[in-house]
């Protein structure tokens, strides 16, 4: 799947997933996008069909399962979850990284398929916190909270096992975990090996172009700036391959930095790192500000690609 990589958010019932993300979706917003998954619970007050989960019912959602419509799917504490493919495409269309929030078996499941996000796994500082914060929550029953805890004992002690997860993260005072959760996301949203397959022959225009950094409008920058980005020492490779593209004969404009630009243009074989941004647009008018934001940074030198196709296939590895 090309974008970049999603993030896979696990833990036991109550151990702050849901705090965490809330936050991290409301201070970086336009980056991160969630994964709206399937369940067949209940509501609870305050939880917004289409935001929170896509309600639905056992035969609705059985019904989607067998149709092949879900990435995964599981059952939990007497309900049915799971993670529809449109769910996580939604958010690749809109560019955004996408965030899941499933159970362990969720995990196992996902491992399964090509999706290869960054799993982390939040985790309460014991039990018996978890225990007082589902208690304090006061969102479930006492049946559901003793099947909650029944989990949460298997998923604590798969958390430990090597390889499971990439980070695990306890949330013992919020602010650190918070900070930690950020911390990983920054590396995270930062991509970091790129594989573009070949589309050079389809430029039909290439600008420079910089975003001022006070007035927000985007400048010509000077041929000193540009010589000084253009011949930037970098020793990054790009895998190019033209078989792979497929023209649609529209156009779409790719906002690439000057390091990847050169190695465009150099012709050669070989890999990157250079931050690569596809914008599927039909016109540049219609780049909403808050979708240049995210893309580009104020101050810095990039090289706006015309292509005449809207099909070019970017790998972020
Ligand atoms: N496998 C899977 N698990 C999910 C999905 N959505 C949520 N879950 C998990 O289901 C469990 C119960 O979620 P929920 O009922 O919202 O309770 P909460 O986690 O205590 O707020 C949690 O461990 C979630 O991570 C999904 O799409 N797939
Ligand atoms: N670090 C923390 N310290 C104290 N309470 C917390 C902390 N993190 C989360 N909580 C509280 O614990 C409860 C469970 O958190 P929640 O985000 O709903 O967990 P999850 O989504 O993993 O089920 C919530 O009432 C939340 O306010």
Known sequence: MSGPRPVV???PSGAGKSTLLKRLMKD???VFGFSVSHTTRNPRPGEEDGKDYHFTTKEVMQEGIDNGEFIENAEFSGNMYGTSKSAVEDVRAKNLICILDVDIQGVKRIKETDL??????IQPPSLEILEKRLRDRQTETEES?????EAARIDMELSKEPGVFDVVIINDDLEKAYKELKDILNDVSKPKKTKIFG???????VHTFCLNRKSKRFKKPSKKEMMTHFFATFEHKCDLNPSEINASGKTAFLFISPCLYRQLVVHSRTETNAAVHLLRVNDLKSVKSREMNSIITPGEIYFLICLTTTEIQIEIL
Do not use: A, M, T, V
Not at 116 to 121: A, G, K, Q, T, V
Not at 145 to 149: A, T, V
């Open 9 to 11: 958010l696990s833990g």
């Open 28 to 30: 970086h917003e336009g």
């Open 199 to 205: 589309f050079f022959k389809y430029f039909i225009e």
């Open 145 to 149: 909270l003793q099947k909650r805890l």
């Open 116 to 121: 290869d996000p960054i799993y982390i796994s």
